[in-house]
């Protein structure tokens, strides 16, 4: 079963705009891990945040915790074409490490 | 550094059939894991190794099998091909350090006719 699931499932904007997507999950957590998924590729992996972190920032991402709701959100700010992708989130469950549990995604179209 | 490398891209099976899908990472990781992706339903880990010699189930484990000789490498063998096996495998692997992240193969996109 799908520990994480990512709200909206697909997210339609325009250059410069800020997506904002999120992610609730059910059990208690090591970290959070955000990954891009651009067409016909693997993950690869964007921002890690620990269970005792709030919020983390990389570049133009941003990302928060909140342990109490068991939520996260992700904030791509001031989007481009080339952030045209689908995106996970991931939990490492304080149970059984390193079995990282990923939700269905939310696809991202950036449109000129 | 290549990587994750995942062999080969695309492959097209009978119903019945085996094959090895092959998954090699040459950054001395000692985990390791497979994921099959769905539409709509995101990644499912079907084994993972946490070093050579040791190999567990994940979620999907049924018609897979798995084995782990060497650091490197972590191939998946179906052994009897199903319609409910179409789907793209992902090949991951991650360090042992505390909170580091998985590196991603770019996947095996695999249909049984």
């Known amino acids: 079963s799908q520990q994480g699931e990512e709200d909206p499932q697909a997210l339609s904007i325009q250059e410069g705009e800020n997506a904002t997507m999120n992610c609730s999950y059910k059990?208690?957590?090591?970290?959070l891990q955000w990954y891009r998924q651009n067409s016909g590729r693997g993950l690869v992996h964007l921002i890690l945040i620990r269970s005792n972190e709030r919020e983390k920032h990389s570049g133009r991402l941003r990302v928060t915790l909140d342990t109490s709701k068991k939520s996260s959100s992700l904030l791509i700010t001031a989007s481009r074409a080339a952030d045209t992708a689908s995106y996970f989130c991931?939990?490492?469950?304080?149970?059984?490490?390193?079995?990282?549990?990923f939700g269905a995604g939310t696809q991202v179209v950036v449109t000129p | 550094n290549a990587g994750v490398t995942q062999t080969p891209k695309f492959q097209v099976l009978k119903t019945g059939q085996s094959m090895t899908l092959q998954c090699a990472q040459d950054m001395n990781h000692e985990y390791m894991s497979w994921y099959r992706q769905d539409p709509g339903m995101g990644l499912r880990l079907i084994h993972y190794?946490?070093?050579?010699?040791?190999?567990d189930q994940g979620e999907v484990p049924n018609g897979y099998n798995v084995s782990r000789s060497t650091t490197e490498d972590f191939p998946l063998r179906l052994l009897s091909a199903a319609p409910s096996q179409t789907s793209v495998y992902f090949c991951a692997s991650r360090s042992s350090v505390y909170n580091s992240p998985l590196h991603f193969g770019n996947g095996t996109r695999l249909t049984v006719t």
């Open positions: 991931a939990t490492d469950d304080l149970r059984s490490w390193g079995k990282l549990q």
């Open positions: 190794s946490v070093g050579a010699g040791i190999t």
């Open positions: 059990t208690s957590i090591n970290n």
